[in-house]
């Protein structure tokens, strides 16, 4: 790999990354850019080149915290640096990689030296490195959330704390954070995508002759990087004075009142949670001021920084896509522009009339909203018969055929070609509203992932033991270590204060949290479940499963069984809003092969179990329990079931029987599973049917022993009562 960067003038496309990029180079007050999109959009590649662009900074010599000789950090940990000598070096890009420790991030003390030595040694981080550069994180939505709010925390306090058994350390750790993701992975919770200044939305482009450019300038870059770059040298020289010329006008741009009042309008009307948009916005307008080469804040300013600091902030569940409504964000501007006394304009009637349209143009036109909008938004302005022209009455008129039966919408549809089956297929219904659902836990405790479903050792939680290190000693459990130096001291000659300790005396501490899970969704789609009323419900009832998913940190994964076959709708991701976009496009009807979809679950977790052994799995089996296809359809389920049961996985039924007479067929096959039976009704964590108990089969509905894993159902709500025969561990009746 070539030591040369990539240059940044010569990516083609993506104005808005470079304009966010850009913007927190100029005031790195604006709190860092999350860069959202799909695969292979050069946003890695955007991101290094940038750090190239920095203007170099002054550093005292022997610093490892890089103080500014100019204004030292009077608590670096490496001294007060009184008379240091300085010299300049470019500004740091750390890359912080998807499996780093918290240790590597924040630093780590030597506690064996603090111990043995009483000496504080301590080795800075990759916070202390970043600290006046860039700090990048590739697949942030990827990192345990412990460690992005760690890094989220620096960023916005702009120092960095470590303490480590009654040993502090602190140092200055302000950097531009810079974040990519690919959302099919797994969106990050909103209280972290708050954390963000800015984010953008980027995404390849379709135009073949600008993808012919972008292979193009690589394939030249591949061949000589020196050669390439030389060729964009003069750019490169152009815009890092520009950058530079910014930064000194921004202490001299006025943010006045008037431009106050429409960014908190903005965020206002777009009901956005807290008062950080506010601030984010104030200073990414000005920003965009400075960048323009102005030293006042305008309209337009206000519309982009709105773009960039809004989007992600408007999400009021997880299934909620980032984005902002173009045209509120115009009509918010206007009216606001239309509310402002108009103190200034007095030079006649004819000026008046020249100033009139300035407001209502200013929105739309400077920043080229017009032109790369003008398509759905009609501008802004009169775009009556576009929106309600082709997309309106087709899609009112579509919306009520499903409900009324499956003959007019079903025929069109490929699929009886794709799965032949007696029963007519019904078009996919809306899921029902989602709901607060009980948590269901894997019992034991595992060593997964951090997360907040099942009961696991972790690096997180509250200690419960000591033992023998396992590798480098990390987590210190002193008293232990204490107790198993004491007795030998006498023998190792002990002829000072300092303990005379050897390698084997040293005991970590063993922490209990919880570990996120695998939810395996298995649902029935065949046509005994195609009732409208009763699929909306059931769709519902896994839609609230995805959001308590969701909240708990866990990967997901679909099967759907219907008609000869079962499929897997979902291969096992972290983005749960997949999930709920397939389940809200799934189709119902034909025969029920429950037995398959049993079978593929089986499959799905063995593959699943070499790929991350420490994850436990919990299988959701959403199904009123009938098998058809043949004559022994039910056995043959039951003896799939049997498979699932014999290798101990976790599983819950969700009953979706329903009417006067029940068969209780979901039952048998949650008792061949050993696992949960629950239904619709007793799923939510508020039901009268939902107090807490043991939602394992018990008596003569279990068979086997008591010693098989199984799923814990619990209530969420800390105020229910609580049951004899729970197990010890209570922190899984928090709140979903």
């Not at 206007?334 to 020249?354: F, M, Y």
Request: with cysteine; proline share 8%; glycine share 10%.
């Amino acid at each position: 790999m070539s030591d040369v960067r990539y240059p940044f003038t010569a990516i083609v496309g993506m104005a808005d990354l470079r304009l966010g990029l850009l913007l927190n180079a100029v005031s790195p007050a604006v709190g860092g850019v999350l860069v959202r999109g799909e695969k292979g959009t050069a946003k890695s590649t955007m991101v290094r080149a940038l750090a190239g662009l920095l203007p170099s900074i002054a550093t005292v010599d022997g610093c490892r915290f890089a103080c500014d000789p100019a204004a030292p950090d009077p608590q670096c940990p490496d001294g007060a640096h009184d008379g240091g000598t300085a010299s300049r070096r470019p500004a740091e890009l750390v890359e912080l990689p998807v499996g780093v420790s918290e240790d590597r991030i924040v630093g780590s003390l030597d506690l064996e030296r603090a111990l043995a030595e009483g000496v504080k040694a301590y080795e800075p981080g990759l916070l202390a490195r970043a600290h006046r550069g860039v700090l990048y994180i590739d697949e942030v939505n990827l990192l345990q959330d412990h460690v992005v709010d760690l890094l989220l925390d620096a960023a916005a306090m702009g120092r960095s704390y470590v303490e480590r058994e009654g040993v502090s350390v602190r140092h200055a750790a302000r950097f531009l954070l810079v974040g990519t993701m690919n959302p099919e992975e797994g969106e990050l919770r909103p209280q972290l995508l708050d954390r963000f200044g800015l984010t953008v939305e980027i995404a390849a482009t379709r135009e073949p002759a600008e993808r012919a450019e972008v292979v193009r300038r690589r394939l030249g870059y591949d061949a000589d990087p020196a050669a390439f770059a030389a060729r964009f040298a003069a750019d490169e020289r152009a815009l890092a004075a520009r950058i530079t010329a910014a930064r000194e006008l921004l202490p001299q741009v006025e943010l006045t009142d008037t431009a106050l009042r429409q960014i908190t309008a903005v965020c206002a009307a777009f009901e956005v949670d807290g008062l950080r948009a506010d601030i984010v916005m104030a200073r990414t307008a000005v920003a965009l001021a400075a960048w323009a080469g102005r030293t006042e804040v305008l309209a337009e300013d206000v519309r982009k920084a709105a773009q960039l600091a809004l989007p992600h902030r408007r999400r009021r569940n997880p299934f909620d896509a980032p984005g902002l409504d173009e045209e509120q964000l115009d009509r918010v501007l206007e009216e606001q522009a239309r509310q402002e006394p108009e103190p200034e304009p007095e030079p006649s009637a004819a000026g008046e009339s020249q100033d009139g349209p300035d407001p209502d143009d200013d929105p739309d036109g400077p920043d080229g909203g017009g032109p790369q909008d003008g398509g759905p938004d009609g501008g802004g302005g009169g775009g009556a018969p576009e929106p309600s022209g082709p997309d309106g009455p087709p899609v009112e008129a579509a919306d009520p055929a499903p409900g009324e039966g499956p003959g007019e919408d079903a025929a069109p549809q490929p699929v009886p070609a794709q799965h032949p089956s007696p029963a007519r297929e019904s078009a996919p219904v809306a899921a029902g509203d989602p709901y607060r659902t009980r948590l269901f836990a894997v019992d034991g405790t595992g060593r997964g992932a951090q997360g907040r479903r099942s009961p696991a050792e972790t690096d997180g939680g509250h200690t419960v033991r000591a033992r023998r290190p396992r590798g480098r000693l990390a987590r210190l459990h002193l008293s232990a270590t204490l107790r198993a130096a004491a007795p030998h001291q006498v023998a190792r000659g002990r002829s000072s204060r300092a303990l005379v300790l050897h390698k084997d005396d040293f005991r970590e501490q063993v922490r209990q949290g919880r570990e996120s899970n695998l939810v395996l969704f298995v649902v029935d789609a065949s046509g005994s479940m195609a009732a409208r009323q009763r699929m909306t419900a059931v769709k519902g009832a896994v839609l609230s499963l995805l959001m308590d998913a969701y909240q708990r940190r866990d990967k997901i994964g679909m099967i759907t069984f219907r008609g000869a076959s079962a499929e897997l709708a979902l291969p096992p991701t972290s983005s749960v809003e997949v999930g709920a976009a397939r389940l809200e496009s799934l189709p119902t009807g034909g025969r029920t092969p429950l037995a398959a979809g049993l079978l593929r679950a089986h499959e799905v977790l063995r593959v699943e179990r070499l790929r991350d052994p420490d994850r436990r799995p919990l299988v959701v089996v959403v199904t009123d329990g009938r098998a058809t296809g043949g004559r022994n359809a039910v056995a043959e389920s039951h003896r799939a079931a049997g498979l699932l049961a014999a290798q101990g996985v976790a599983s819950v039924v969700l009953d979706c029987e329903s009417g006067p007479v029940r068969l209780g067929l979901a039952g048998a096959l949650a008792a061949r599973l050993r696992a949960a039976s629950v239904t619709l009704d007793e799923l939510r964590a508020d039901g009268v049917a939902s107090l807490v108990r043991e939602s394992r089969p018990t008596g003569t509905n279990r068979p086997g022993g008591t010693n098989r894993p199984s799923a814990t159902s619990r209530q969420s709500s800390t105020n229910q009562p609580s049951s004899t025969n729970r197990p010890s561990t209570t922190a899984s009746r928090k709140a979903a």
